[in-house]
């Protein structure tokens, strides 16, 4: 898999301004660059690259990188260790991972209300989009359901393969944009912790891909931070000592485009529910018509 594909630039929607996360230390310090030259960075946005840039980075520097990146054109090796594909984020920073994951998610309540809404036949195949470590994918197997999980992160794959050794099958190096299943494959998918944010470049494509997976009937569960909410803005308070650093750090597509692009690929919406799940999020569950 190309990992350039994979790269995603970090925005903060309503203020437009470049997030950059200095990756050389263990936590993610996090801090506001203004960059002059914002359309290259939405640009890059569009086109789906995630970049990840040092925030110790002088601005000059930072709009170069941009730049290139926009035209297509190699980085130096300097410019090159400044920035990070996702790949290589998830593997530099699974540990700020699992901490998120207590922060921002709430697994326990998911689960319940996944169990709760994923009425699909007995042994009937469900997909875990963007599963991660199988934070949800494990215990959904352990509770019955027949599920398989992809990511585009080869660690986070890896990893969940090791923690679970009798499922380590289930879980499969792949992009929700290029799978290995068959059309009509599966009953339900799930899209949890804000993957769409993830691949909020291209939500149609990504309605489209998991409407393609889908039987007719089948369901679709996917959530999104609220956006009017301050903790999808601010930084969050780290441990004492160590620096803020995001709740959030991805685009957060409006509610109305993923209703319309939802529609539009198929899916007829059932119901939305807002939850505060470490942060307050809206979960949207869909039947694919
Ligand atoms: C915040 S994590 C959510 C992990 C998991 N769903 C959970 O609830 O614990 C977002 C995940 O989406 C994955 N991802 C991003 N783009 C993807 C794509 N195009 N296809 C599949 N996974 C993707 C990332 O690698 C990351 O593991």
């Not at 660059?33 to 925030?55: C, H, Q, R, W």
Request: overall charge positive; proline content about 4%.
């Amino acid at each position: 898999m190309d990992d350039k594909k994979n790269i995603t630039t970090y925005l903060k929607d309503d203020e437009r301004i470049i997030k950059t996360i200095n990756f050389t230390t263990d936590i993610i310090s996090l801090k506001q660059v203004g960059v002059g030259s914002f359309l290259y960075a939405e640009k890059i946005f569009e086109t789906g690259k995630k970049v990840i840039i040092d925030d110790t980075l002088p601005r000059k520097k930072i709009e170069t990188i941009l730049k290139k990146l926009e035209a297509g054109q190699p980085l130096s090796d300097d410019e090159r260790q400044h920035v990070l594909t996702a790949q290589e984020f998830y593997r530099s920073h699974e540990q700020m991972f699992l901490t998120r994951a207590e922060e921002t998610a709430c697994t326990a309540r998911e689960l319940e209300f996944i169990a709760k809404t994923l009425v699909v036949p007995k042994g009937s195949p469900v997909l875990d989009v963007g599963c991660g470590l199988g934070r949800l994918t494990h215990p959904l197997l352990k509770m019955g359901y027949n599920m398989y999980g992809i990511d585009v992160s080869s660690h986070l794959i890896l990893r969940a393969r090791v923690d679970n050794p009798s499922y380590k099958d289930r879980f499969l190096i792949a992009s929700l944009f290029n799978q290995p299943f068959r059309r009509k494959h599966f009953s339900a998918i799930i899209m949890m912790w804000h993957v769409i944010c993830e691949v909020s470049h291209n939500v149609d494509t990504a309605f489209a891909e998991a409407a393609s997976l889908l039987k007719s009937g089948g369901i679709l569960i996917l959530d999104v931070p609220d956006a009017s909410s301050d903790d999808t803005k601010i930084k969050y308070q780290g441990p004492p000592g160590q620096e803020n650093y995001a709740v959030f750090l991805a685009k957060i597509p409006p509610m109305t485009l993923l209703k319309r692009s939802l529609e539009s690929s198929g899916f007829k919406i059932i119901h939305i529910e807002h939850f505060l799940w470490g942060i307050h999020k809206f979960v949207i569950v869909c039947k694919k018509k």
